[in-house]
């Protein structure tokens, strides 16, 4: 099954909205390393509404131990530094879908050594640097689940 990676999330109310869009749709949610917030932040709380009993949640000290965790998956790293778009990927059902931090992305080590698994969003505006790490993971997580079929 597709799963959700937060790597180093910073924002409590952007990574309830995104365990809410997992319990949602069945998805696991990986949140890997440090957080910018407590697990029991009030905003976090709030954003994920009383859903978090739904949310198939794993915590990951490091990206190594998320691998480790997910041994039969594609890891699919988004960006806004990629030059092919989420789109023009064929998503398999054992896909990893990782997000990094909201101020800085994911590290540019990590998506050098996997230029070929990277991908963006377009916008239409080059003015706008991102958009919303919530609206993000919804974006590209709808088209992978419409992909394989997940809604038939």
Not at 27 to 46: E, K, Q, S
Not at 53 to 82: C, G, I, M, N, W
Not at 100 to 121: F, H, M, Q, S, Y
Request: hydrophobic share 45%; proline share 7%.
């Amino acid at each position: 099954m597709l799963s959700v990676a937060l790597v180093e999330p910073e924002i409590p109310p952007n990574t309830g909205n995104v365990a809410r869009l997992c319990a949602a749709t069945n998805v696991p949610l990986h949140i890997v390393g440090v957080t910018g917030f407590r697990m029991d932040d009030r905003a976090l709380r709030r954003a994920g509404l009383d859903y978090w009993p739904e949310v198939k949640l794993t915590r990951h000290r490091d990206l190594e131990s998320l691998y480790q965790s997910l041994p039969e998956a594609r890891f699919v790293y988004l960006t806004t530094k990629a030059d092919r778009l989420y789109t023009d990927w064929t998503f398999e059902p054992a896909d990893c879908l990782v997000f990094g931090r909201e101020t800085r992305g994911l590290p540019e080590n990590l998506l050098r050594a996997n230029w070929d698994n990277c991908l963006k969003i377009p916008m239409l505006n080059p003015n706008v640097r991102s958009l919303n790490l919530a609206t993000a993971v919804g974006i590209v997580l709808f088209e992978a689940l419409r992909q394989i079929n997940a809604f038939q």
